[in-house]
């Protein structure tokens, strides 16, 4: 048997946890190991607390741990420290034993000597361990277990809102307005063309080219569709003096410069052809046909304009979406101007224009959980001292806020606050029944080691551990809590 206990320390503890496994602890020598975790620990308050419970329970407290801050804390409040169980047990050895094992080296005992020694050694042992034996044996000896029973109750609380940890978000808002164009323009889809007749009266031929631009009286133009040789007027003779001429023709097809209906137009109505052409004349017997137009929507300035402001106004209409568990600070909204693109611009044709408006805004929030902790600061001021909260069970069912504070309604969790010497005082003496009676307000209570029906007399015989198990039995209750301010 080793005579010394080990316990973890890890960050799910709490005083409560430690104490109560210093009551349920046997060995007198209990070792806590603290790892990075336990940062409960490192509070003096919290040290001193634990060290108290230490002292009442009759046990030696030694804290394992590396870390210098922690060992600092422990030295000034003269607490046993050590870095491991090897170099407790190391440098804990009796002052002047060096000395003696020096002497007992230089001057060793008798034979006799030795053996007596042990011999009384192994006797007072013996008759150490029977005294204790007889007295655990026979002596009554009873641990009672209390499950505090759980008390829920609602309070509602005033909280700064500078004291509250806020959260800075940039929400990029995008929206989109579609405005029909109220412009329009005339737009041709086919030419205008047909055939012209070219009159030639010099006596050479002449050739006209593909492309040789023609036009109308009203200043229309017109080009040829291919080449055109044109002859020479027919001269007649009569006793070699001129009696006649005959001037030369050709037909060419011609078609409009661009499209459009209003180059369809009536016969006769060309009558120039483009060029140094003095003998050469043209006339379209027929009408120019085939030329066709149609009238599309343009946008306008003013469609942009319309399209810009309604995008705007959708954008001052939308409301900021929260997330569950988000609060929106008032007067904390910063807009940055809307930045407006369009799909067409002025004099495009299309039968719409889509506006596309985006603006950044920064907004400050706060978060159910940040509320919540600053709540459970304020909390242990507010509960009567005969009650304590049950860690991990404060929620927030109301909250309300303006420009200056946070109006939170609570609904948590307590349990009554009872010490163990407490119980032990109450019920001494008293039978099972009776010890029932008088805890059932506290809560559940349980009992082990009882060998007759009543406890005993004398209270050192008596151990109480107050569970950190509650019961799950909620029972509503009409306590109310104070309201305060930060």
């Given at each position: 048997?080793?005579?010394?206990?080990?316990?973890e320390?890890?960050?799910?503890?709490?005083?409560?946890?430690?104490?109560?496994?210093?009551?349920?602890?046997?060995?007198?020598?209990?070792?806590?190991?603290?790892s990075e975790?336990g940062?409960?620990l490192?509070?003096?308050?919290?040290l001193k607390?634990?060290?108290y419970?230490?002292?009442?329970?009759?046990k030696n407290l030694?804290?394992?741990?590396p870390?210098?801050?922690l060992?600092a804390?422990?030295t000034?409040?003269r607490?046993?420290?050590?870095?491991s169980i090897?170099?407790?047990?190391?440098?804990?050895?009796p002052q002047?034993?060096?000395?003696?094992e020096?002497?007992?080296?230089?001057a060793?005992?008798?034979s006799?000597t030795?053996n007596?020694?042990?011999a009384?050694?192994?006797?007072f042992v013996?008759?150490?361990l029977?005294?204790w034996g007889l007295?655990?044996w026979?002596?009554?000896k009873?641990?009672?277990?209390?499950?505090p029973?759980i008390?829920?109750?609602?309070?509602?609380?005033s909280?700064n809102?500078e004291a509250?940890e806020?959260?800075n978000?940039?929400?990029t808002?995008?929206?989109?307005?579609?405005?029909?164009?109220t412009?329009?323009?005339?737009v041709?889809?086919e030419?205008?063309?047909g055939?012209?007749?070219?009159?030639?009266?010099?006596?050479?031929?002449?050739?006209l080219?593909?492309g040789?631009?023609?036009?109308?009286?009203d200043g229309?133009?017109?080009l040829l569709?291919e080449?055109?040789?044109?002859p020479g007027?027919?001269?007649?003779y009569v006793?070699d003096v001129r009696?006649?001429q005959?001037?030369?023709?050709a037909?060419?097809f011609?078609?409009?410069s661009e499209l459009?209906?209003e180059?369809?137009i009536k016969a006769?109505e060309?009558n120039?052809?483009?060029g140094?052409y003095?003998?050469?004349?043209?006339?379209n017997?027929?009408?120019l046909?085939g030329?066709?137009?149609e009238?599309?929507?343009?946008v306008?300035q003013?469609d942009?304009?319309l399209?810009?402001?309604?995008?705007?106004?959708?954008?001052?209409d939308e409301?900021?979406?929260l997330r569950?568990g988000?609060?929106l600070l008032e007067n904390?909204i910063?807009k940055?101007e809307?930045i407006?693109?369009?799909?067409?611009q002025?004099?495009?044709f299309?039968s719409?224009v889509?506006?596309?408006?985006?603006q950044?805004?920064?907004?400050?929030?706060l978060?159910?959980?940040?509320i919540?902790k600053e709540?459970e600061?304020l909390?242990?001021?507010?509960l009567?001292?005969?009650?304590?909260?049950?860690?991990?069970?404060?929620t927030?069912?109301e909250?309300i806020?303006?420009?200056?504070?946070?109006?939170?309604?609570?609904?948590?969790?307590?349990y009554?606050?009872?010490?163990?010497?407490e119980i032990?005082?109450?019920?001494v003496?008293?039978?099972?029944e009776e010890a029932?009676e008088v805890?059932?307000r506290?809560?559940?209570?349980?009992?082990?080691?009882?060998?007759?029906?009543?406890?005993p007399k004398?209270?050192?015989?008596?151990?109480?551990v107050i569970?950190?198990?509650?019961?799950?039995?909620?029972?509503?209750?009409?306590?109310?809590?104070?309201?305060t301010?930060m």
């Amino acid at each position: 048997m080793q005579g010394y206990h080990i316990y973890e320390v890890k960050a799910g503890d709490s005083i409560s946890s430690l104490v109560q496994k210093l009551q349920n602890t046997i060995e007198n020598l209990v070792f806590l190991r603290i790892s990075e975790e336990g940062l409960f620990l490192f509070s003096e308050a919290n040290l001193k607390l634990l060290a108290y419970y230490a002292h009442e329970e009759n046990k030696n407290l030694v804290f394992l741990t590396p870390n210098k801050e922690l060992k600092a804390r422990l030295t000034k409040l003269r607490l046993p420290v050590a870095d491991s169980i090897e170099t407790f047990f190391s440098t804990t050895q009796p002052q002047g034993s060096e000395e003696l094992e020096k002497t007992t080296k230089e001057a060793p005992l008798s034979s006799w000597t030795k053996n007596t020694l042990v011999a009384a050694g192994v006797v007072f042992v013996v008759l150490f361990l029977l005294q204790w034996g007889l007295r655990y044996w026979f002596l009554p000896k009873v641990i009672v277990t209390l499950y505090p029973q759980i008390i829920n109750t609602d309070t509602e609380i005033s909280l700064n809102l500078e004291a509250l940890e806020k959260q800075n978000e940039l929400i990029t808002l995008k929206k989109v307005a579609l405005q029909a164009a109220t412009g329009s323009k005339v737009v041709g889809l086919e030419r205008a063309q047909g055939e012209v007749v070219f009159i030639n009266q010099g006596t050479k031929q002449l050739k006209l080219y593909k492309g040789t631009q023609l036009r109308s009286k009203d200043g229309k133009k017109y080009l040829l569709k291919e080449d055109v040789l044109i002859p020479g007027a027919e001269v007649v003779y009569v006793l070699d003096v001129r009696s006649s001429q005959t001037a030369g023709q050709a037909l060419g097809f011609i078609e409009a410069s661009e499209l459009g209906a209003e180059y369809n137009i009536k016969a006769g109505e060309i009558n120039f052809l483009t060029g140094d052409y003095k003998d050469i004349t043209v006339r379209n017997l027929k009408a120019l046909t085939g030329g066709k137009s149609e009238k599309r929507p343009v946008v306008t300035q003013a469609d942009l304009d319309l399209a810009s402001k309604e995008a705007i106004k959708l954008l001052s209409d939308e409301k900021i979406t929260l997330r569950p568990g988000e609060y929106l600070l008032e007067n904390s909204i910063t807009k940055e101007e809307p930045i407006i693109e369009f799909d067409r611009q002025a004099g495009d044709f299309s039968s719409t224009v889509t506006a596309i408006a985006t603006q950044n805004i920064t907004v400050k929030k706060l978060l159910t959980e940040d509320i919540e902790k600053e709540a459970e600061k304020l909390l242990p001021d507010l509960l009567p001292s005969f009650y304590s909260l049950v860690p991990q069970t404060v929620t927030i069912t109301e909250t309300i806020l303006d420009e200056k504070e946070a109006k939170v309604r609570l609904n948590m969790d307590l349990y009554p606050v009872i010490s163990p010497e407490e119980i032990v005082k109450t019920i001494v003496g008293l039978s099972k029944e009776e010890a029932v009676e008088v805890l059932e307000r506290k809560g559940k209570i349980t009992f082990e080691g009882l060998k007759e029906e009543n406890l005993p007399k004398r209270k050192e015989w008596i151990k109480v551990v107050i569970s950190d198990q509650y019961q799950t039995d909620k029972l509503k209750t009409t306590l109310t809590l104070g309201q305060t301010k930060m």
